[in-house]
């Protein structure tokens, strides 16, 4: 699935090819690969291809982009924007495409299959978005800064990523996990856009973090990892042009592709134990080992554990300390606030009585010894 990185490997595609060039003719084929005069499916928002002639003729500017989206801008006119679904992508003719792990782009032949439209550009320049699943939206916009879905997005990573204390800040207004908070791309529900799944699960894993935390209990020197970790990955991954060839060995994400995973799979190359639960609603990849502890300073040390984990693990100590013979904590606070019964007046005065007999039957032993 296309995020930051592939969205930004698309910019600079169109950013270092197209600038300068005028847009000659634009083709909308159907999903054999042949030119015909309507748009199939709901990819596109502005169907009618009218609309889409409106181009023609005005000169390519820039290639512009936010979290997972990117925009075109002319010398004039309106300016489309691309988002990339699940499947999305941008194809140069003559250029080779980039290898997505959850699908192909065919070169054989121009335009490629699942294409939805081809920009036809001076020079012979010919470029073509497809897209497999038509899980993507391309749109027609005056202004995309001003329209959805950008309007609502959070920072972006790269252009305007919050210092560590905004970040933090951001972070802990949240009550849900940690790795749900960094998958929301819109300002109210997120910290930063642009991240997707593997992501996210890259970025926990460097920062040390278990993705089930609540963001809430996070303190500062845990979003401080993250926030270093985000702007690290996100660094490497665009200096090679997410090409994942090129992405460090120990990334989870050389890992993660196997629908079913054998036990190879899910071993890092450090020979550390990968596990796989649902967080966010997501398939999440999880070293247990690589955890570290809340308040250790950085320390390696076993996982910051989610609320479920703690009181499970809570419990386990309760019935350790009772097998030993030693009393929780919560029993010995009752004991002493437990009130002390005050004793009755009744039971002082028997006790005195009793005392006094005994005085005198010891006085009388006494007496009679000495006659």
Known sequence: MPELPEAERNRTLCQSNLIGLKLLNIIMPDKEGHPTSTAWGKVFTTPNLKNWKTLIGRTFVSCQRRAKVIYWEFDQGKSPLFTFGMSGSLHLE?????????????????????????????????????????????HLFDNPLAELPIREYAPDPIHNMPCLVEFHLSMIRFHKPVKAVLLEQKQKKGVVCGLGNWLCDDILYAAGIDPTTKAHLLDENQTGRIHAAIVNIIDISVQCNADHSGFPKHWLFHRRWNKKPTKADLITIGGKTISVIQCGGRTTYLVRSALIKKGSGGGSSSSSSSSSSSSSSSGKKKKTATKAGKLPKKKIKQ?????????????????????????ATTSTKVKKRKK
């Open 94 to 138: 003559g250029e080779t495409p980039l290898d997505y792990k959850d699908f192909t782009v065919t070169e054989t032949s121009f335009p490629p299959k699942h294409t939805r439209i081809v920009f036809e550009f001076e020079g012979g320049v010919r470029v073509a978005y497809m897209c497999v699943r038509g899980f993507a939206r391309v």
């Open 335 to 359: 004991i002493k606030k437990a009130p002390v019964k005050k004793k009755s007046t009744s039971t002082k005065r028997k006790r005195v009585a009793t005392t006094k007999t005994k005085k």
